[in-house]
């Protein structure tokens, strides 16, 4: 099973970029990239998911370089309600038998 | 609204004690997940079903277990009562393809043990 390991922590301000690197140096060819979004005491919501090159939707990009040994989540413009716990998963597509992880909390300031 | 239906939301009991956590996934998910959260961890993987069948195993107690019925519908049991096993317990559901597979959380069940 590959192995993520992405930042504890990150701080960033109203309106700036977010990215969140995670790195997974294991992963195995049939392996997606994953992200989720976790309030406190919710449940965690998928963000997006990819397996090469760029992914982009509605709330986020997913970058993946051509080696897939790591990813970014970038959140553009974030506000307050972007503070969250982030979590990056990588397994087969419906591998969620993984867990978590700690995940990056992320807090944005006015 | 995650389409996954979590019950009851929140359990108080006593050590020693047993409850059972129910979760309805999504119309049409055949896959369910349990996940334990205990206060500022990760979540950790217990168990899935499959279509009625134990598909994967994780960190699941032996005083913990569970099952899925042929509405799909999931129930965790959990025996025993020690302290630590207060948490919040997720359920989710997902369609397991290949691609592009997203599991939709519950809204957890919030489990003191006093």
């Known amino acids: 099973l590959a192995k993520t390991t992405q930042p504890i922590s990150m701080d960033s301000y109203e309106g700036q970029e977010v990215n969140i690197t995670c790195s997974h140096n294991?992963?195995?060819?049939?392996?997606?990239i994953t992200w989720y979004q976790q309030f406190p005491s919710q449940g965690p919501r998928f963000i997006i998911q990819?397996?090469?090159t760029k992914v982009t939707n509605e709330v986020a990009s997913l970058f993946i370089p051509a080696d897939r040994k790591s990813s970014t989540l970038s959140l553009p413009r974030v506000s307050l309600s972007d503070t969250a716990v982030y979590y990056c998963?990588?397994?087969?597509?419906?591998?969620?038998?993984?867990?978590f992880g700690a995940g990056t909390t992320v807090t944005v300031r006015a | 609204d995650s389409g996954v239906t979590q019950t009851p939301k929140h359990l108080i009991t006593a050590t020693g004690q047993r409850v059972t956590l129910r979760c309805s996934p999504r119309?049409?998910?055949?896959?369910v997940y349990w996940y334990q959260q205990s206060l500022d961890q990760g979540l950790q993987f217990l168990i899935q079903?499959?279509?009625?069948?134990?598909?994967a195993k994780g960190n699941i107690l032996e005083r913990f277990s569970a099952q899925q019925f042929p509405d799909l519908h999931s129930e965790l049991n959990l025996s025993s009562l020690e302290l630590g096993d207060s948490a919040l317990y997720f359920c989710?559901?997902?369609?397991?393809?290949?691609?592009?597979?997203?599991?939709?959380f519950g809204q957890g069940t919030r489990l003191t043990v006093v």
């Open positions: 989710a559901s997902s369609v397991v393809r290949e691609e592009n597979t997203e599991a939709f």
């Open positions: 294991n992963i195995a060819t049939n392996d997606y």
């Open positions: 990819g397996y090469k």
């Open positions: 998963l990588v397994g087969d597509g419906g591998d969620y038998k993984l867990s």
């Open positions: 119309s049409g998910d055949l896959s």
């Open positions: 079903y499959y279509n009625g069948e134990e598909r």
